[in-house]
């Protein structure tokens, strides 16, 4: 009976340790899987990003992409009067380029390349 109970034993840890090495095999190679998954899907370029913010602009939740775009980006340089009172302008080094920003209704109210200290107040209104 002793026997027995000791070739269970055995037998036991054998497939646990088999089966362990097992489970890491199958892991490493999906985690290379996932990895290419993730290559594959970048997401829009900078310029598509700007793009996509100036024909967004004036809708409502255009601020929201500008701050999901351009996390820490952001630099304000100037304030004016437009959009629900009072617009910021807000400039990314990186790629030169100036947004304007009404926070009362979160929204972009207008892009231009270049740094841009007050935009025209047509453009802000």
Do not use: W
Not at 57 to 71: A, C, E, M, S, V
């Amino acid at each position: 009976m002793k026997l027995a109970s000791l070739l269970t034993g055995i037998a036991m840890i054998g497939l646990v340790t088999v089966g362990d090495v097992s489970l890491k095999a199958i892991n490493t190679s999906s985690a290379g899987v996932a990895t290419a998954a993730e290559a594959k899907q970048s997401g829009p370029t900078t310029q598509e990003k700007i793009d996509l913010i100036t024909k967004n602009k004036g809708q409502i939740g255009g601020g929201d992409q500008l701050r999901r775009f351009f996390y820490g980006e952001l630099d304000p340089i100037g304030i004016q009067v437009g959009g629900g009172g009072h617009v910021v302008n807000l400039y990314n080094k990186t790629n030169d380029v100036t947004f304007s920003y009404c926070a009362h209704y979160d929204v972009v109210v207008a892009v231009k390349k270049g740094r841009v200290a007050q935009f025209p107040p047509a453009e802000v209104k």
